[in-house]
């Protein structure tokens, strides 16, 4: 996965002005991964980048059926699982040479959405979005502005004192969406994120990550959902990978 800063000025964009050079964000080779003496996928190959010269940011929607591996390889995108074989190369690191502290830092980098996002259910919308900033010791006051603004930009301000057991399905999503920005990664993993919604709040999400990839940010989805991604096919440039077989292959016309 590849990304480049088109310099376009808006929410958690670079807001340079200019371009930022091409970024290797991950790239595996060989990866296999063995849970429980089960094997998920063997030799998955990822090596995303910029197509005919194309120098924006790139969407990939990773699709299979459940159980196939599409949550077990994002966890390896972010260092959350080791691999068994084979080599994830994060930023242009390589993971097994990463310590502890070095995974901390590199993960700041990215933003992750679930599909069941979870949430402090004592504390507002607000300080639940804002946590990644007090878990990085940066001061929450210090950027209580750009925390207004991102809640604007989702729809919640008006929500920024409600409870996580008082928000709907698609509040939660959006927060949630806030929350992977707060630290402004250069790429989002959404992890089947309107698995819980329906069609028009699945849209409105789908929506918010176009807006972000046409500002530079890479965006990765893994969805089951085929009305979705020919959805974000229609929207946006990128790739659609599919794992069948415990293999990716470029997906087609097919879809």
Not at 74 to 99: D, I, M, Q
Not at 170 to 194: F, K
Not at 205 to 228: F, R
Request: proline share 4%.
């Amino acid at each position: 996965i590849y990304y480049h800063g088109t310099g376009v000025d808006g929410p958690w964009s670079d807001n340079t002005g200019s371009d930022v050079a091409i970024a290797h964000i991950v790239e595996t080779q060989a990866l296999a991964y063995d849970s429980r003496n089960t094997k998920t996928f063997d030799r998955v190959d990822i090596a995303f980048g910029p197509e005919n010269n194309n120098m924006e940011a790139m969407t990939v929607t990773l699709t299979g059926p459940s159980g196939a591996g599409k949550t077990t390889l994002l966890k390896l995108c972010y260092l959350e699982l080791a691999a068994s074989a084979g080599e994830v190369t994060v930023f242009g690191r390589p993971a097994a040479e990463l310590g502890r502290n070095d995974i901390a830092m590199l993960r700041r980098r990215i933003g992750v959405v679930h599909q069941d996002c979870r949430f402090l259910d004592h504390l507002p919308l607000a300080e639940n979005v804002a946590l990644p900033l007090a878990t990085a010791n940066q001061p929450v006051e210090r950027h209580s502005e750009e925390l207004n603004e991102l809640l604007d930009w989702v729809g919640l301000r008006s929500r920024k004192r409600a409870l996580p057991p008082q928000l709907s399905g698609g509040e939660r999503q959006r927060a949630a969406l806030a929350r992977a920005l707060i630290m402004s990664p250069d790429v989002i993993l959404a992890d089947e994120p309107t698995g819980n919604l329906d069609w028009e709040m699945s849209l409105r999400l789908l929506n918010l990550l176009v807006e972000l990839n046409k500002m530079g940010k890479a965006i990765l989805i893994a969805t089951h959902d085929m009305n979705l991604i020919r959805q974000a096919k229609a929207q946006v440039t990128g790739r659609v990978i599919r794992i069948r077989n415990r293999e990716l292959e470029f997906a087609g016309a097919d879809l």
